[in-house]
């Protein structure tokens, strides 16, 4: 390996670096490797010692085999359409690229086995059945990516990024499990194609037997990577590199840092610094997918959409406001995590309860919590739960947390920005895996629920200052929705008011029926920083304020009582009316007032106003209005 590298100093540079938690890579001139750090070999699947432990082995007749394919031949170990056949399953029945669920017994006639095929656009494909005994059950969920295999109570999960095959073997003889598929199974040579022709396996657990891997060629362990290649053909040649890249390494999403390695002036080998970015990878491309539907949604999107009555209490008809009520509705029907971003009252929690009817779990429960309005030393308990004797004054009986609550159906995180950095580790690690344990208890509780998270924080800026995780940002902030503020959408002031003002009267108790003109033009004209709660507040307070059935100007907060400049002609007197006719006669005078400013353009018209250029002309007609400028 050259002169120098010796013996100690080798010995000194792998302990240093399995004490790092990112993934080492040292190689001498000619790719040869002299150190590859723990954390290198487990992102790449190489060391064996995951899981429970099975025996080294090989596939016997009678033996049953249980498979979960997203995308057959993809990235499955060289599963091809007639791999099954030895299982029981004839060709044909799975196609190329096809998902799949599959058991049967190694060496059954055609026909035996059990094949459930599973759509692309089908986000979760499960199926339960027994075998001698034992209670199987199989389940792919395209939302989450994960493959999960249950022998009775034993759980074999698999992560995937975009695809990839997992497999158990159950013994024909004693019934356990002699072989799990886990992740690298290409690195390690466990291709499933090959196991199906009887290739024998390697041991896996903690007391495997590691690959000595110091010596061999980093070409022979990872032989079709291009970057390895690269490097190792510019070491050869003398030529210095340092270059920091993202790529795919073994089908796992890396960081990897690349750069040589000089003793003096000569070039003595090449280190590599990888970072598994598997996670954000995921996470970036489904919120990127979601970021494509909602422009999608913005071209196809026209003023006559009508929103769905799980989101009636929704109320507006703004074209962005309703692109984001339609892309909630989109995204209720997955599985998927949502993150809610909008100023404080612009409604994000009936958009969480519309998202929560909207879905396939509109049937549980919806549970909501307000991280910011219960103090940090009794949130933890709130969410998680606790067992009997937890801690001094805790319930004899335990008690449940807001996650075993909303189990099998969603669960509402409102102010998720001030959550602590600890609890922000714990509700990281139930996203991920989708478990929980109670204070003071040892079982770790199974979690079938949706969570929808809602801020009004910039997470970004809170993530530069190290008081939000990122890790967390992002697995929250896989489909986000931004809920424009009111006065980004103000042509909905009037459907708000029409909304809001009968039930307002009824719970306080008064026949108000409508706001005067000059009211409802400093209601266009202001600005409302809290939004929509603020809006109802200032109804509210006109309601309890008014001696008749109308809301004068005069009524109003002082916040609202500005100069309103009027059209030429027109007097701002106070006029006792109907609701419906006030909002017609305000809605009338908006619309002019943007044509006498954009010179009678209409198409600049409707864009000053946020609606579509038909709705715009729609309502002229319905008003009467011919603007020659």
Not at 165 to 181: A, P, S, W
Not at 210 to 234: A, D, F, T
Not at 339 to 353: D, N, P, V
Request: hydrophobic share 35%; with cysteine.
């Amino acid at each position: 390996m050259g002169e120098s590298w010796d013996g100690a100093g080798i010995d000194l540079l792998a302990l240093v670096a399995n004490h790092l938690e990112e993934g080492v890579i040292v190689v001498d001139r000619e790719g040869k490797i002299i150190v590859y750090n723990d954390t290198a070999r487990s992102i790449f699947g190489i060391d064996p010692r995951v899981g429970p432990g099975h025996s080294p082995g090989q596939l016997m007749p009678g033996d049953m085999v249980l498979i979960i394919d997203n995308a057959l031949g993809e990235d499955d170990g060289q599963l091809k359409p007639n791999s099954l056949n030895v299982i029981g399953i004839p060709p044909g029945d799975v196609e190329s690229r096809q998902g799949f669920l599959a058991m049967g017994e190694f060496g059954a006639r055609n026909g035996e086995g059990y094949l459930e095929l599973a759509p692309r656009e089908q986000l979760q494909t499960h199926f339960k059945s027994e075998w001698k005994g034992r209670s199987i059950e199989l389940l792919l969920d395209r939302g989450r990516k994960i493959m999960n295999i249950k022998v009775d109570r034993q759980q074999f999960t698999y992560d995937y990024k975009l695809a990839a095959g997992h497999m158990v073997i159950l013994d024909g003889e004693t019934r356990e499990v002699k072989f799990y598929q886990a992740r690298g199974y290409t690195a390690r040579g466990e291709d499933m194609g090959d196991i199906l022709k009887g290739k024998r396996y390697g041991a896996k657990g903690p007391t495997a037997p590691v690959p000595h891997l110091r010596g061999r060629n980093l070409r022979e362990i990872h032989p079709q990577n291009e970057e390895i290649v690269q490097l190792i053909e510019y070491l050869q040649e003398d030529k210095e590199i340092n270059s920091m890249v993202e790529y795919e390494l073994n089908g796992v999403p890396v960081r990897c840092g690349t750069r040589t390695l000089a003793h003096g002036d000569e070039i003595i080998g090449g280190l590599l610094l990888i970072e598994d970015i598997s996670e954000l990878k995921n996470l970036s491309t489904e919120r990127d997918r979601a970021l494509e539907t909602v422009r999608n949604l913005e071209d196809r999107l026209t003023g006559d959409y009508r929103k769905p009555p799980e989101f009636s209490k929704i109320i507006g008809n703004n074209p962005e406001f309703l692109n984001v009520v339609r892309m909630a509705d989109r995204a209720a029907r997955s599985n998927s995590t949502i993150l809610l971003l909008g100023e404080s009252g612009t409604g994000k929690g009936l958009f969480a309860r519309g998202i929560h009817e909207a879905s396939n779990r509109k049937d549980g429960p919806f549970v909501q919590v307000n991280c910011a309005a219960i103090p940090e030393s009794l949130l933890e308990s709130e969410l998680f739960g606790y067992q009997d004797g937890a801690f001094t004054g805790a319930k004899k009986s335990g008690k449940l947390g807001k996650f075993e609550m909303a189990n099998g159906g969603t669960l509402f995180l409102d102010e998720i920005g001030d959550l602590s950095l600890s609890l922000q580790a714990k509700l990281l690690h139930v996203l991920q895996d989708q478990t929980i344990q109670r204070l003071g208890g040892i079982e770790p509780i199974e979690l079938d629920l949706r969570i929808i998270a809602a801020t009004n924080q910039n997470l970004e800026e809170a993530m530069i200052k190290k008081e939000f995780r990122e890790d967390l940002y992002y697995r929250l902030n896989i489909i986000s929705l931004i809920i424009p503020p009111l006065r980004r959408r103000k042509d909905d002031i009037l459907d708000l008011i029409r909304f809001l003002l009968p039930k307002l009267a009824a719970k306080v108790g008064k026949e108000v029926t409508g706001v005067s003109d000059e009211a409802l033009r400093l209601m266009l004209n202001y600005d409302w920083p809290g939004n929509i709660r603020e809006l109802e507040n200032v109804l509210e307070r006109g309601i309890n304020l008014s001696e008749g059935n109308i809301i004068l100007s005069s009524y109003l907060p002082h916040t609202l009582q500005v100069e309103v400049e009027e059209e030429p002609g027109e007097k701002g007197e106070e006029l006792g009316m109907s609701l419906d006719r006030s909002v017609e006669e305000a809605e009338k005078r908006t619309i002019l007032q943007a044509l006498h400013k954009t010179g009678g353009n209409r198409t600049e018209a409707a864009r000053l106003l946020k609606v579509a250029r038909t709705t715009l002309y729609n309502k002229m007609q319905r008003h009467g209005i011919n603007f020659n400028g």
